[in-house]
C-alpha cells in the first residue's frame, strides 16, 4: 500500500447518498458501496472522521 498523504481525513456523505433509490432511510447497498471504498484508506492508517 502506497503511504498517506493526510494523516487525518474528514469524509462528508450526503443523506441522500445514503438512501440510495427508495429517496429515504438507510440503503443497505449504497452503506455497503461506501464501506468497500473507505477499507482501503483505513488500511493505510488514516483516521477518518464521517460526517452525514
Request: charge should be negative.
Amino acid at each position: 500500500m502506497p503511504s498517506a498523504v493526510y494523516k487525518r481525513v474528514l469524509l462528508k456523505l450526503s443523506g441522500e447518498f445514503m438512501a440510495g433509490p427508495s429517496g429515504f432511510g438507510v440503503d443497505p447497498v449504497a452503506v455497503d458501496k461506501i464501506s468497500e471504498q473507505i477499507l482501503p484508506a483505513l488500511a493505510c492508517g488514516i483516521e477518518l472522521a464521517i460526517v452525514i
